[in-house]
């Protein structure tokens, strides 16, 4: 049994570098998106955009987890990414080095 426990934590573990680059990849776009929305003036927070990204992410949910709970997840990694684009809009470009 612990064995067992041990290999499902070493392969959620992996999940997480991986959710991890794939979550830095994505916020490297939010923050060339903010600086292109900057040159374009147009304004950071664009809520059809936003409703348009949480409807896709909960139509192409499989599940275990339910649509609400993705759309929870995916409305904090949107608060995220607002928040990397209004810095890349005051100039800030770049968020803080990876510790």
């Known amino acids: 049994m612990s ?14 570098a991986q959710l991890v680059e794939l979550l830095s990849a994505r916020a490297t776009c939010a923050l060339e998106i903010g ?3 900057k040159q374009c003036g147009m ?7 936003e409703s348009d ?11 275990p987890l339910d649509d609400g709970a993705v759309k929870r997840l995916f409305e904090r990694i949107i608060d995220e ?13 770049e968020p803080e080095p990876p510790r």
């Open 35 to 37: 600086q292109v929305k």
């Open 53 to 63: 990204v949480l409807a896709h992410v909960q139509r192409i949910n499989q599940g």
């Open 3 to 16: 064995r067992r426990l041990d290999d499902l934590r070493r392969s959620m573990d992996e999940i997480d």
């Open 43 to 49: 304004p950071v927070y664009q809520p059809a955009r």
């Open 81 to 93: 990414a607002r928040r990397l684009e209004r810095l890349a809009e005051a100039g800030q470009g």
